[in-house]
C-alpha cells in the first residue's frame, strides 16, 4: 500500500509539469527539405527566445514535404523543388523563398585537395551518365595538368530519398547536356544510370568520405561542416569559380524574382564571378489554414527570420535574400491573408 | 476427494443463478473474436495490397513483375529490380549464414563444456533483441566504411580480374551495395537458425549418438550420420523462417544497399529490395499515383514471396513436432 501510492504519487508528480511546459510556447510544424534544415533549426533556435514560437522542422526530403502540406499534416511544407503556379492553384498554397544555397560537388580522390579540382558542367553530366568511369580520364586530364590523379574507380554518389538537392542538381546538368536533360531528365527522384544511393545530404556526404573516388553533390553548408573537399566548377562565362561567398553573392544578384511563386531560376547564371549553381528554397503555407492561429505564427517566425536571421544564414554559409525579395514576401502574405 | 470438493463448490454456485457457465462463454467468444479478427485482418490486408496495387498491373500489366525500369520522372515503373535485390540479398545471406549457425548450434551441443552453454546461447538469441536499425546504423558507419577502404579494393583488384567470377567482384569500392547488405542480413538471421538447430539438435535421443560412438564413430561422422538425417526436416524449416525474416527486413538494408533501382552483376554494387525501396520512396508519393500504385504492388508481390516461404517453413516444422 505504502509502496504504491508512493509510486502512483512519484508519477503524478513527473507528469504533471509536462502540462504545464506545453501551455507556454505557440508551437508550429514544419516538414520537407534537408538542404536549409541547419539554418532552419538555427533560426528556430534563435527566434524562439525572441518571438515565444517553438518550431519543429522534420528534414524528411522535399518530395516528402510537399506531400505533407498537400495532406495537411503540417503547418508548412519546405522545399526546393518549387511548385508550378497550377500546382499552387490545386493545392490551396501560397510559396515563398526563404534563402538561397549553393551545391557544391565534393570529391574523395587521395592527393586532391580542397578546390583544386576542376570540372565542367558537362563533366558532370557525363560522370553522373556513367560514361567517364575513372579520374584520369583524358577529359578530366586536360582541365587539371597540374595535378596527378590515379587510375581510381569514380563512384557517383546521389540522393535516394526524393529530394529538392537531387532537382537543384539535375537542373543544372539538365541545362548544361542535352544529352543528361534526356536520359534522366528533371525532377526530384530520378533515375541516375550510374552511381550509389544514399539518404540526406548527410547520407551522401558520408557516402563521399568513406569512399576512395567517390563524388557527390551536397549542399555546401553540409560540404562545410563536414570538412569535405569540394572542387571548382566552370561557370557559364567559362572562368572556373571556387564556391566561396563572392562567387554565390554574384549568382544571387542577377535573379530574377518577379515569377510566380517566386520560383526565380538561378541555375548558370552569367557573371564573370557566378557560380553555376545556386538555388532558393520554399516554404509552402496553405491559403486556407484550418487553424489561424498556427498560419499566423509561421508567418512572424519568418518575418523575424527575414528581419534578424541573415546574420546567421551567412555564418552557415546560405545566401541571404535581398531586403527587396523580404518585403515582395511580405506583400505577398498581406495579399493572401490580409495581415 | 475431488468430488467432495466439487460438489461444495456447485453447491453455492446453484444456489445463487441457474446457468453457470455465462464467464466461461463470454471468455470463449472473446477467443474466437480475437482469432476470427486476426484471420480478417490478415485478409483485409491482402485485399488492400492487391486493390491498391491495381491500377499499376493495370498499367503495366504482368511485364511489371519483369520489367526493370524505375523512372519516375516518366512515370514507368517495374518491379524486376527490387525482386532480384530481394532474392539475391537473402539467398546470400542465407549462404553466408547456415554455415556459421551450423558451426554455432555444432559447438553448443557437442564442443562446448557444459558450464559454457548456457551463456553463450544467450549472447547467440541476444543477437535477435537488437533493434534492426541499430544494425542498419552499424552497418553504415562500421562494416560499410570498412568494406570500403579495407576489403572491397583488395577483392576488386585481385579477384575481379579472375575470368570466370570476375564479374560478381567488380566496380567501385562503395562499402554498401548487395553483398554488404547480404552479410548485415546474416548476422541478422543467424540467431534464429543457430537457436533452431540448436534445439533439435538437442531434442536427437542420446541412444542413437551413444551407439554410434560405442561403434567407433567421430563427433563428426555422428553429426553427419545420425544427428543431421534425424533433424533433417526441422533444420530446412529453421533455414525457411531465417529466409522468411530476411525476405522482409527494411531498416537494416535500406541503410547498406546502396539504392540505385538498377540490375548489377558485381555483388558490390548498389541494388534495391523491396522493402528498401518502399521504405525510401513512400513518404515523398502523392495519394492516388502511380508510384504509390507500384509501391503497394512491390508490397504485394513481398507478401506473396514471404507467405510462400514462411507456409513452407510451418509445413516442415510441423510434421516434426507433431511427432
Known amino acids: 500500500m505504502d509502496r504504491r501510492s508512493f509510486l502512483l504519487g512519484a508519477s503524478a508528480a513527473l507528469t504533471l509539469p509536462a502540462f504545464g511546459a506545453h501551455a507556454q510556447a505557440a508551437q508550429i510544424t514544419g516538414a520537407g527539405a534537408t538542404f536549409p534544415n541547419p539554418i532552419y533549426q538555427k533560426w528556430a533556435e534563435a527566434a524562439r527566445g525572441?518571438?515565444?514560437?517553438?518550431?519543429?522542422?522534420?528534414?524528411?526530403?522535399?518530395?516528402?514535404?510537399?506531400?505533407?502540406?498537400?495532406?495537411r499534416t503540417v503547418d508548412f511544407g519546405a522545399t526546393d523543388a518549387p511548385l508550378n503556379a497550377?500546382?499552387?492553384?490545386?493545392?490551396?498554397?501560397?510559396?515563398?523563398?526563404?534563402?538561397?544555397?549553393?551545391?557544391?560537388?565534393?570529391?574523395?580522390?587521395?592527393?586532391?585537395?580542397?578546390?583544386?579540382?576542376?570540372?565542367?558542367?558537362?563533366?558532370?553530366?557525363?560522370?553522373?551518365?556513367?560514361?567517364?568511369?575513372?579520374?584520369?580520364?583524358?577529359?578530366?586530364?586536360?582541365?587539371?595538368?597540374?595535378?596527378?590523379?590515379?587510375?581510381?574507380?569514380?563512384?557517383?554518389?546521389?540522393?535516394?530519398?526524393?529530394?529538392?538537392?537531387?532537382?537543384?542538381?539535375?537542373?543544372?546538368?539538365?541545362?548544361?547536356?542535352?544529352?543528361?536533360?534526356?536520359?534522366?531528365?528533371?525532377?526530384?527522384?530520378?533515375?541516375?544510370?550510374?552511381?550509389?544511393?544514399?539518404?540526406?545530404?548527410?547520407?551522401?556526404?558520408?557516402?563521399?568520405?568513406?569512399?576512395?573516388?567517390?563524388?557527390?553533390?551536397?549542399?555546401?553548408?553540409y560540404a562545410i561542416t563536414n570538412k569535405l573537399v569540394t572542387t571548382q566548377i566552370r561557370n557559364k562565362a567559362g572562368n572556373f569559380v571556387k564556391p566561396e561567398h563572392k562567387s554565390f553573392m554574384a549568382a544571387a544578384s542577377a535573379a530574377d524574382w518577379s515569377v510566380p511563386g517566386f520560383a526565380a531560376n538561378v541555375i548558370d547564371q552569367a557573371g564573370a564571378d557566378s557560380w553555376p549553381i545556386v538555388a532558393p528554397t520554399f516554404i509552402l503555407l496553405p491559403t486556407n489554414p484550418t487553424d489561424a492561429a498556427r498560419s499566423a505564427n509561421v508567418r512572424r517566425f519568418f518575418d523575424w527570420c527575414f528581419t534578424n536571421g541573415s546574420k546567421l544564414a551567412e555564418e552557415l554559409e546560405y545566401i541571404p535574400l535581398p531586403e527587396s525579395v523580404h518585403n515582395a514576401v511580405r506583400g505577398a502574405w498581406r495579399q493572401s491573408f490580409g495581415a | 476427494m475431488v468430488n467432495a470438493t466439487a460438489s461444495a463448490h456447485s453447491a453455492p454456485k446453484s444456489a445463487r443463478r441457474p446457468s453457470s457457465n455465462l464467464g466461461d462463454r463470454i471468455f470463449a467468444l472473446l477467443c474466437q473474436t480475437a482469432g476470427v479478427f486476426v484471420l480478417i485482418l490478415l485478409g483485409a490486408l491482402i485485399i488492400e495490397l492487391f486493390i491498391a496495387g491495381l491500377p499499376a498491373f493495370r498499367a503495366f500489366g504482368v511485364a511489371f513483375v519483369t520489367s526493370t525500369d524505375w523512372d519516375p520522372v516518366r512515370e514507368a515503373f517495374g518491379a524486376g529490380v527490387s525482386i532480384y535485390g530481394t532474392i539475391v540479398t537473402a539467398v546470400l545471406a542465407i549462404l553466408l549464414a547456415v554455415p556459421l549457425a551450423f558451426g554455432v548450434a555444432f559447438f553448443l551441443t557437442e564442443l562446448a563444456p557444459p558450464w559454457a552453454r548456457r551463456p553463450l546461447g544467450t549472447a547467440i538469441e541476444l543477437l535477435a533483441a537488437v533493434p534492426s536499425i541499430i544494425y542498419g546504423m552499424w552497418g553504415f558507419f562500421v562494416i560499410a566504411p570498412a568494406f570500403a577502404q579495407n576489403i572491397q579494393p583488395w577483392i576488386i583488384e585481385n579477384i575481379g580480374e579472375l575470368p570466370l567470377i570476375g564479374f560478381l567482384f567488380q566496380g567501385a569500392p562503395f562499402g554498401t551495395g548487395l553483398f554488404t547488405a547480404a552479410f548485415i542480413l546474416a548476422i541478422m538471421i543467424l540467431p534464429f537458425i543457430a537457436a533452431t538447430m540448436r534445439d533439435v539438435f538437442e531434442q536427437v535421443p542420446p541412444v542413437f549418438k551413444e551407439s554410434a560412438y560405442g561403434l567407433g564413430a567421430t563427433k563428426w561422422e555422428v553429426m553427419k550420420g545420425v544427428v543431421l538425417p534425424y533433424t533433417r526436416i526441422s533444420v530446412v524449416g529453421g533455414i525457411m523462417l531465417g529466409l522468411g525474416r530476411a525476405l522482409g527486413e527494411t531498416m537494416a538494408v535500406t541503410f547498406v544497399i546502396g539504392n540505385a533501382n538498377r540490375i548489377s552483376t558485381s555483388l558490390f554494387g548498389p541494388g534495391n529490395t523491396i522493402a528498401s525501396l518502399v521504405a525510401l520512396e513512400f513518404g515523398e508519393s502523392e495519394i492516388g499515383s502511380l508510384k504509390l500504385a507500384s509501391l503497394l504492388a512491390l508490397g504485394f508481390i513481398l507478401f506473396l514471396l514471404s507467405f510462400v516461404v514462411l507456409a513452407t517453413s510451418r509445413y516442415l516444422l510441423r510434421s516434426r513436432l507433431k511427432v
Open chain 1, 50 to 71: 525572441a518571438t515565444g514560437i517553438q518550431v519543429n522542422y522534420q528534414s524528411v526530403g522535399s518530395g516528402a514535404g510537399i506531400n505533407q502540406i498537400r495532406n
Open chain 1, 86 to 221: 497550377e500546382q499552387l492553384a490545386t493545392g490551396n498554397l501560397l510559396q515563398f523563398p526563404t534563402v538561397m544555397g549553393s551545391l557544391v560537388a565534393i570529391v574523395n580522390i587521395p592527393g586532391i585537395a580542397e578546390d583544386q579540382l576542376k570540372l565542367t558542367g558537362p563533366l558532370l553530366a557525363d560522370i553522373y551518365l556513367g560514361k567517364i568511369t575513372r579520374w584520369n580520364d583524358p577529359q578530366i586530364v586536360a582541365l587539371n595538368p597540374g595535378l596527378t590523379l590515379p587510375s581510381l574507380a569514380i563512384a557517383p554518389a546521389y540522393r535516394a530519398d526524393g529530394s529538392g538537392t537531387t532537382f537543384v542538381w539535375v537542373s543544372y546538368l539538365s541545362a548544361v547536356s542535352p544529352e543528361f536533360k534526356e536520359k534522366v531528365g528533371v525532377g526530384t527522384s530520378v533515375r541516375f544510370p550510374a552511381g550509389t544511393g544514399a539518404r540526406g545530404n548527410e547520407g551522401v556526404a558520408g557516402t563521399v568520405r568513406n569512399v576512395r573516388g567517390a563524388i557527390g553533390y551536397v549542399e555546401n553548408a
